[in-house]
Nanobody, 120 residues
Framework: QVQLVESGGGKVQAGGSVRLSCTAS???????MGWFRQAPGPEREEVAI???????SYADSAKGRFTISQDTAKNTLVLEMNSLKPEDTASYYC???????????????WGKGILVTISS
């Protein structure tokens, strides 16, 4: 049974930084892991993805500000978010898949989400 548990959310002022972590438990091969976010109303959207070969992919809104990394020895996924803006306010979800991370519908494993609030 795979479980993903996020930590590190909270409230920060615009321009600040937040570090999100996701710890994976259970035995499984992941082709990709990533972070998605969802604000009230809009659909869940990709933030950043990391593939098993080390490649990374970022949403345009995250490029230059966010960094995704992975500590495979600790089964931990990290998202470093800098220069945060009020529009980054959302619940952030850790995700993992053995096949594809291109669409939320294709992802099998999800964390419960963690709220990040950016105040202006």
């Amino acid at each position: 049974q795979v479980q993903l548990v996020e930590s590190g959310g909270g409230k920060v002022q615009a321009g600040g930084s937040v570090r999100l972590s996701c710890t994976a438990s259970g035995s499984a091969y992941f082709y990709c892991m990533g972070w998605f976010r969802q604000a009230p109303g809009p659909e869940r959207e990709e933030v950043a993805i990391i593939y098993s070969d080390g490649r990374t992919s970022y949403a345009d809104s995250a490029k230059g500000r966010f960094t995704i990394s992975q500590d495979t020895a600790k089964n931990t996924l990290v998202l470093e978010m800098n220069s945060l803006k009020p529009e980054d306010t959302a619940s952030y979800y850790c995700a993992a898949s053995s096949t594809s991370c291109l669409r939320p519908a294709a992802i099998k494993y999800w964390g419960k989400g963690i709220l990040v609030t950016i105040s202006s």
